[in-house]
């Protein structure tokens, strides 16, 4: 412990919404970190349960937390940015409400991080009341250390309470896009200025419950109200129509985005983004052969997150003939 007697400033940005279930636990474990060198930065987006009383009681024992509540709801991506923004820390560790932190986390990300943006741990699944699932996230995506935006272009499984990213990286990725996730938009910005290293050993306890925003592998979480809808067939079949056409034009957005952020000297990459962009923007047979083609040639870095054989890889790329990603 004496490497780390004069170690830099980490802050820990903990945002949080009627989250008061599993709040203490977790908080339990950012208070026990090894790390000597931690802030704590908690922004509630206005929570109507106990949370923020949770934090206060927490913050009143803990001189090194600082509580914040949003006046309006500022959705999870904007409150993130907001607690970054307010964090004063060399590094920014993001944290979510429900989770529970092996007590050597921070530690060994800042002695593993060197010259990299990012840095990111593998996770291992738990249920409800912590209890062992049996697998890991690695078990079902393929983590490794990323250093080409592509491979962060279509497919991202980079999960926010993993990360631990330099303010140089905040900074650069400032302001967050609502219609990107921050830890994607975070982690496609670390593969232009630097990389991203990733340590492989579960340091989080990754709770799956009922109330997660997204589940394990990305794919977000249907809302029991949304199980519930009320309404006719023909208004059903309007709302799935409208919701896709919603989510192709946020895969359009996203690809374009993409495309700008990366810098002219990227010259491959810029030249397979602008590609892409061209070929999401119709469904006509032109631009449906030609994804079919991008994904073909580009596979590796394109599909590096899934965990597929080749042949389910080549299946994927001729799917794009009537889909997007």
């Not at 810029?270 to 083609?293: E, G, M, P, Q």
Request: glycine fraction near 6%; proline fraction near 3%.
């Amino acid at each position: 412990m004496n490497k780390l007697e004069s170690a830099p400033l980490v802050s820990i940005v903990l945002t949080t919404y009627n989250g008061q279930t599993f709040l203490g636990q977790q908080l339990d474990s950012l208070f026990q970190q090894t790390y000597p060198e931690i802030e704590i930065i908690a922004v509630d987006d206005g929570s109507r349960d106990h949370t923020v009383s949770i934090l206060q009681e927490y913050a009143a024992r803990h001189p090194n937390m600082k509580v914040f509540v949003n006046e309006t709801n500022l959705g999870f991506i904007k409150n993130f940015e907001k607690g970054c923004r307010l964090s004063s820390g060399n590094w920014i560790a993001l944290c979510d409400q429900d989770d529970y932190w092996s007590p050597e986390k921070i530690e060994k990300m800042v002695g593993q991080i060197g010259d990299h943006p990012m840095i990111y741990h593998d996770s291992r699944l738990c249920g409800e009341d912590l209890q062992d699932l049996g697998r890991n996230i690695s078990d079902i995506v393929n983590f490794s250390s990323f250093d080409n935006c592509l491979q962060l272009s279509v497919f991202c499984r980079m999960y926010g309470h993993a990360l631990l990213i330099t303010r140089s990286l905040f900074n650069k990725a400032y302001p967050f896009l609502t219609i990107i996730p921050h830890d994607w938009w975070l982690s496609y910005m670390a593969t232009l200025h630097g990389g991203i290293k990733f340590l492989p050993e579960p340091l989080v306890l990754y709770r799956q419950h009922v109330a997660n925003v997204y589940g394990v592998v990305g794919g977000k979480r249907k809302r029991e109200e949304g199980e519930t809808r009320k309404g006719n067939a023909k208004s059903k079949r309007e709302e799935r129509r409208e919701k896709k056409r919603k989510e192709v034009d946020a895969i359009r957005s996203r690809i374009r985005i993409f495309y700008e952020a990366c810098p002219e000297d990227y010259e491959k990459e810029k030249r397979v983004l602008a590609a892409l962009d061209r070929s999401y923007r119709d469904f006509s047979l032109v631009n449906d052969i030609r994804r079919v083609v991008i994904f073909l040639r580009h596979y590796k870095l394109l599909l590096t997150v899934k965990k597929y054989s080749l042949f389910r890889k080549y299946l994927f790329c001729l799917k794009m003939f009537v889909k997007i990603k």
